[in-house]
């Protein structure tokens, strides 16, 4: 299930860009969810482990992926730690929402991050709450994050 | 600084152009739109300048502000427009709202998080767009286009809750002008509206009021709360002492012609947020008149029946679900 921390939270991973240019492995790159997140979001294609077509800035490097997408590449990879998931923008959503489909993961947020029209399964861990969709998030996460 | 700054920078693959209208300006939207790689662009041009093989146009110094010696690099920077990265961790700190209080800089901030310290405007809040004009160029072109329309929503035929964010002038105004079966209720700061209407306005038909000049960490997790809801309605004015001047009461070119295009008035050293200006306007321009401008206290004039209609007519929509 995905697991939310909402507001600011000690241990928490808040560069995750950072983390990422000096942590990530060749083979997190060619791993097919990351490839089809690479693809989704910067609209980029993984040609191997250390080069990405990208059709506005050519040949790039897993550095210079976005800050969403690298986040996200973290925290499919490093279950044992938490990121902050706000580097994400909204386009990252339902890969949050797939990857705590098949495990339990675990992010923090300091903003409302939209999760779409449809319903979905999260725990938000402040206040000890599943809830099912964003009429349910809201009032709760709202009182914490703006 | 005062006005609005242009500014187009761009490499042989990607160019940006938008223009800077106050002194805070927020950028944000979804992931790989190219806002971290503006930052950079200007970071490059200001340590390497064309060398760097970016160009850059601008009438005022571009450069960016990072890391943990933020505090002392920031006080070396005047008239310049400041870029800050969402990776900064102290934009969220009160120290960095006071350091940008009084300060003769603009700044663009990359950051999803609402930042409550700062008085920003709801307008200024920006998303990055590919630009359809140059479609098919090498280079791609992008553009700012602004995230929040929050009254281009406005479906309701009437209302019963007034949820005000003011407590002082502005509340008392609208509790004196609707009639007795609408409840106006003061939220006591823009961070109360969230709260208040959960508690009274969610389900029902209510109107909020609020200062859009400085309503801008607010105005994510309201949309958010009423999002697909057609019983809540947002009306945010500059302020409320702006929706006075907007009114009319006050004769004179001079407050029209500010009107016309405030920022070319309001010097960022001076004021946070245009809020201020507005009221500083309002108390100068009716110094020693019949309306007499206190934010504290509201002048009775103001309740008159000439002047109330005024008022409530600038406020077009708005005004009309008040009044009927």
Same mark, same amino acid.
């Given at each position: 299930?995905?697991?939310?921390?909402?507001?600011?939270?000690?241990?928490?991973?808040?560069?995750?860009?950072?983390?990422?240019?000096?942590?990530?492995?060749?083979?997190? %790159?060619?791993?097919? #969810?990351?490839?089809?997140?690479?693809? @989704?979001? @910067?609209?980029?294609?993984?040609?191997?482990?250390?080069? &990405?077509?990208?059709?506005?800035?050519?040949?790039?490097?897993?550095?210079?992926?976005?800050?969403?997408?690298?986040?996200? &590449?973290?925290?499919?990879?490093?279950?044992?730690?938490?990121?902050?998931?706000?580097?994400?923008?909204?386009?990252?959503?339902?890969?949050?929402?797939?990857?705590?489909?098949?495990?339990?993961?675990?992010?923090?947020?300091?903003?409302?991050?939209?999760?779409?029209?449809?319903?979905?399964?999260?725990?938000?861990?402040?206040?000890?709450?599943?809830?099912?969709?964003?009429?349910?998030?809201?009032? %709760?996460?709202?009182? *914490?994050?703006? | 600084?005062?006005?609005?700054?242009? *500014?187009?920078?761009?490499?042989?693959?990607?160019?940006?152009?938008?223009?800077?209208?106050?002194?805070?300006?927020?950028?944000?939207?979804?992931?790989?739109?190219?806002?971290?790689?503006?930052?950079? #662009?200007?970071?490059?041009?200001?340590?390497?300048?064309?060398?760097?093989? &970016?160009?850059?146009?601008?009438?005022?110094?571009?450069?960016?502000?990072?890391?943990?010696?933020?505090?002392?690099?920031?006080?070396?920077?005047?008239?310049?427009?400041?870029? %800050?990265?969402?990776?900064?961790?102290?934009?969220?700190?009160?120290?960095?709202?006071?350091?940008?209080?009084?300060?003769?800089?603009?700044?663009?901030?990359?950051?999803?998080?609402?930042?409550?310290?700062?008085?920003?405007?709801?307008?200024?809040?920006?998303?990055?767009?590919?630009?359809?004009?140059?479609?098919?160029?090498?280079?791609?072109?992008?553009?700012?286009?602004?995230?929040?329309?929050?009254?281009?929503?406005?479906?309701?035929?009437?209302?019963?809750?007034?949820?005000?964010?003011?407590?002082?002038?502005?509340?008392?105004?609208?509790?004196?002008?609707?009639?007795?079966?609408?409840?106006?209720?003061?939220?006591?700061?823009?961070?109360?509206?969230?709260?208040?209407?959960?508690?009274?306005?969610?389900?029902?038909?209510?109107?909020?009021?609020? @200062?859009?000049?400085?309503?801008?960490?607010?105005?994510?997790?309201? #949309?958010?709360?009423?999002?697909?809801?057609?019983?809540?309605?947002?009306?945010?004015?500059?302020?409320?002492?702006?929706?006075?001047? #907007?009114?009319?009461? *006050?004769?004179?070119?001079?407050?029209?012609? &500010?009107?016309?295009?405030?920022?070319?008035?309001?010097?960022?050293?001076?004021?946070?947020?245009?809020?201020?200006?507005?009221?500083?306007?309002?108390?100068?321009?009716?110094?020693?008149?019949?309306?007499?401008?206190?934010?504290?206290?509201?002048?009775?004039?103001?309740?008159?029946?000439?002047?109330?209609?005024?008022?409530?007519?600038?406020?077009?929509?708005?005004?009309?679900?008040?009044?009927?």
């Amino acid at each position: 299930m995905l697991k939310i921390i909402f507001g600011e939270c000690a241990g928490v991973v808040t560069n995750p860009a950072v983390y990422f240019k000096n942590t990530y492995e060749d083979e997190w %790159i060619t791993d097919e #969810m990351s490839r089809n997140m690479i693809l @989704d979001i @910067d609209k980029s294609t993984v040609i191997s482990e250390r080069i &990405i077509e990208s059709p506005v800035l050519g040949g790039i490097t897993p550095k210079e992926l976005s800050g969403g997408v690298k986040t996200l &590449i973290l925290i499919n990879n490093c279950p044992d730690k938490i990121f902050n998931a706000s580097a994400c923008g909204d386009n990252c959503a339902k890969w949050l929402l797939e990857m705590g489909k098949n495990k339990d993961i675990t992010i923090n947020l300091r903003h409302l991050m939209d999760f779409g029209n449809g319903d979905f399964e999260v725990y938000i861990q402040n206040t000890d709450q599943v809830v099912h969709n964003m009429r349910e998030l809201v009032p %709760i996460a709202g009182t *914490i994050v703006r | 600084m005062k006005g609005s700054y242009t *500014i187009r920078v761009g490499n042989n693959r990607l160019r940006y152009e938008f223009t800077i209208c106050r002194n805070i300006t927020i950028l944000k939207g979804n992931s790989a739109t190219g806002k971290t790689t503006l930052v950079e #662009m200007i970071r490059e041009y200001y340590e390497d300048h064309e060398l760097s093989g &970016i160009q850059l146009e601008s009438s005022v110094p571009c450069r960016t502000l990072s890391g943990r010696d933020w505090s002392i690099i920031l006080p070396a920077i005047e008239n310049s427009i400041v870029f %800050i990265d969402e990776d900064n961790d102290f934009l969220r700190t009160v120290e960095f709202a006071d350091a940008i209080r009084n300060s003769s800089n603009y700044y663009v901030i990359v950051t999803r998080e609402g930042l409550p310290n700062l008085p920003y405007s709801v307008s200024e809040i920006y998303g990055i767009r590919e630009s359809g004009k140059y479609a098919g160029l090498k280079q791609v072109y992008n553009e700012f286009y602004r995230i929040y329309n929050p009254e281009n929503e406005n479906k309701l035929s009437e209302v019963n809750t007034i949820i005000v964010e003011d407590s002082n002038s502005g509340y008392e105004f609208f509790s004196a002008i609707v009639d007795d079966n609408k409840k106006v209720i003061s939220s006591e700061g823009k961070s109360g509206v969230f709260g208040k209407l959960l508690e009274n306005g969610f389900e029902k038909n209510c109107l909020v009021i609020a @200062d859009g000049a400085a309503f801008g960490s607010e105005i994510d997790r309201i #949309m958010k709360l009423i999002h697909n809801m057609e019983s809540v309605v947002l009306y945010l004015p500059e302020s409320f002492e702006w929706l006075i001047l #907007m009114s009319g009461l *006050i004769d004179g070119k001079r407050v029209q012609d &500010i009107l016309a295009d405030p920022g070319d008035n309001i010097f960022s050293e001076k004021y946070f947020s245009w809020e201020r200006y507005f009221t500083d306007l309002l108390v100068e321009e009716t110094n020693n008149s019949y309306l007499k401008y206190a934010k504290r206290k509201l002048n009775p004039n103001y309740l008159h029946d000439t002047e109330k209609k005024r008022i409530v007519s600038a406020m077009d929509k708005a005004g009309k679900l008040i009044s009927e």
